[in-house]
């Protein structure tokens, strides 16, 4: 009785072993996940991997190995960069896909008659119609080179990233 007992405390332990997280970031929710205080940017954001602390004011910063401040709330940020590293201040992203990659998204520049001032932005699409910021409902993009219409849609070209 007493070795089943002792073999079934060691299955229950390694298998409690193996739902446990492997790394501290794996015990807290993703930032850009639950807040509104992440950046869209193009696919190749810095990779930041780190636990991070939301205050209430909305400014995020490196957790560090002490518990977050009280009214700040732990989190986990994939993607950004310390821009203020005196007080540890993250600025957290969430990389878009290139619209480009999407067959039918982009236009050759070539199409325009004068090169048309372009910028780098995410859009948000339905089907093949795209439309500047995040907030239309369709889904979210990134343009490295695209232009504004008239009709207030986004024409996103085939070209290299600026």
Request: with cysteine; charged share 15%; aromatic share 8%.
């Amino acid at each position: 009785m007493k070795s089943t007992r002792s073999q079934l405390f060691i299955g229950l332990a390694f298998i409690a072993g193996l739902t446990l997280p492997s790394s501290a970031h794996a015990e807290f929710r993703d930032l850009c996940d639950s807040a509104r205080v992440c950046e869209y940017t193009a696919p190749n954001a810095p990779v930041l991997n780190a636990d991070v602390c939301l205050d209430g004011t909305g400014q995020v910063r490196l957790k560090g190995p002490k518990p977050c401040a009280i009214g700040s709330v732990p989190f986990h940020a994939r993607y950004g960069e310390v821009y203020d590293t005196l007080n540890q201040l993250v600025l957290a992203y969430v990389p878009l896909e290139d619209a480009c990659a999407q067959p039918g998204l982009c236009s050759s520049a070539a199409d325009y008659d004068s090169p048309p001032l372009t910028e780098s932005e995410a859009i948000c699409c339905i089907g093949a119609i795209c439309w500047p910021g995040s907030t239309c409902g369709g889904t979210l993009f990134w343009c490295y080179d695209g232009v504004s219409n008239e009709d207030g849609t986004v024409t996103c070209f085939e070209s290299l990233e600026v």
